[in-house]
């Protein structure tokens, strides 16, 4: 997504960085922009000089692709600056989002071993020849994007393109789709191949990926989850919902991306812990004064509202899930509690004073109001 500033300066939120035109030599500069640059990744440990991690570091393109590359030239290079990087085919332009320690906590993260993998190379810092082509190729995606949708339509394939992404240097491609089943798309690269003169990559993704690419505000009003941090979906199902005493409403727990919503998994170990504790009451329990029946349950409180009355919310009376525990152990025992209300205390005698009850100003003569007299009309003679 890009905001425009003005014709000379706008603000490129999927690569995170605002670019911008000098008006005097024509020359094109991006800067990066950290708090606009999705999935971003905070440096905890900036300042921190380790030697044996200063030659790794963290290059991430457009949206959410990031890549761990190896600085073999020993050129000085650091976080935010444009950096030309060895890829597959070519070479691609990325923006330095990570250096030192903090890389190598992010390998760990990934599964990536540095003793046996073999990095990527950056080569050098991007010039200016290079942002230009970059932004030329930034500036042909939109159209491709639409233009490759319709020649899917064409080939009646059932998937649907959801963005592309084009190398640095504008001689490949990579086109994000969105499909149920399995495509056959051969005939699709073909066509794209000769209507792009590109190289072209297929990628397929999920709908709750394709929200964290296009981005978006969530119901909690804050940014989407998919869009902010999260890379690793797992699956959701409607026991979680279940599990948290949620109405299985199919409107209030979808997302934007048409599935269940990913914060449905933030408290569900919490709930199942809460439960564990929380007894199954199947029976009302027995006191002397009359059966109690469960009216509802506080999970993470762990207390329970009963009444006299079956399924009325009028008189409720909460009791700790031990308790209740304890209870229904009684009962089983053939032992039954006095009474589920509370003892009432005996309302205690308040101390009154008589020290500033009265107003200070009651020794004050009062103000005595004037009376307007009313002048009497003689009457005429």
Same mark, same amino acid.
């Given at each position: ?22 008006e ?12 606009c640059?999705?999935?971003?990744v ?11 991690y200063?030659?790794y ?11 761990i590359?190896?600085n073999?030239s ?10 030309i ?21 992010q ?10 993998t ?53 001689t490949?491609?990579i ?38 690419l296009?981005?978006?505000? $969530?119901? +909690? %009003?804050?940014?989407? &989850? *998919?869009? /902010? @941090? ?19 409403n199919?409107?209030?727990?979808? $997302?934007? +991306? %048409?599935?269940?919503? &990913? *914060?449905? /998994? @933030? ?6 812990d ?22 509802k349950?506080?999970?993470l ?20 899930a ?46 005595r ?5 009313k ?7």
């Amino acid at each position: 997504m890009n905001l425009s500033v003005n014709d000379n300066k706008y603000f490129d939120c999927s690569r995170g960085c605002s670019v911008s035109r000098d008006e005097s030599t024509g020359e094109t500069s991006c800067t990066y922009r950290q708090g606009c640059c999705k999935l971003e990744v905070y440096n905890w440990l900036k300042g921190v000089n380790q030697e044996q991690y200063s030659k790794y570091f963290e290059v991430r393109f457009k949206n959410s692709r990031k890549g761990i590359y190896i600085n073999g030239s020993g050129q000085s290079i650091k976080t935010g600056d444009l950096v030309i990087v060895e890829a597959q085919t070519g070479h691609d332009l990325g923006i330095v989002t990570l250096e030192g320690p903090i890389v190598i906590r992010q390998m760990k993260c990934k599964g990536i071993d540095p003793e046996t993998t073999e990095f990527r190379r950056i080569y050098r810092k991007a010039k200016a020849y290079d942002i230009e082509k970059w932004q030329d190729a930034i500036a042909r995606e939109q159209e491709v994007m639409i233009r490759s949708r319709v020649l899917a339509a064409n080939l009646g394939l059932e998937m649907k393109i959801g963005d592309v992404e084009f190398q640095g240097d504008g001689t490949k491609a990579i086109f994000y789709y969105i499909a149920d089943g399995r495509v056959d798309f051969r005939q699709l690269i073909k066509d794209f191949a000769e209507e792009f003169h590109i190289r072209v990559e297929m990628k397929q993704i999920g709908a709750r990926q394709e929200a964290g690419l296009i981005g978006g505000l $969530g119901v +909690c %009003g804050r940014e989407l &989850c *998919c869009a /902010n @941090y999260i890379t690793d979906f797992k699956s959701i199902s409607t026991g979680a919902a279940r599990v948290q005493n949620l109405s299985l409403n199919p409107q209030k727990l979808a $997302g934007q +991306c %048409g599935k269940l919503k &990913c *914060c449905l /998994n @933030y408290e569900v170990e919490a709930y199942m812990d809460a439960q564990s504790r929380i007894p199954k009451v199947v029976e009302p329990l027995e006191f002397e004064d009359g059966l109690a029946y469960l009216v509802k349950t506080d999970i993470l409180k762990e207390t329970m509202y009963f009444s006299y009355e079956k399924g009325s919310l009028s008189n409720v009376y909460p009791l700790p899930a031990y308790e209740v525990r304890e209870i229904i152990m009684m009962n089983r025992n053939g032992q039954r509690p006095l009474t589920l209300k509370p003892e009432v205390e005996a309302p205690t005698p308040e101390f009154i004073s008589a020290v500033g009850d009265d107003s200070i100003s009651r020794f004050d003569e009062a103000k005595r109001k004037k009376r307007k007299k009313k002048r009497s009309r003689r009457p005429e003679e």
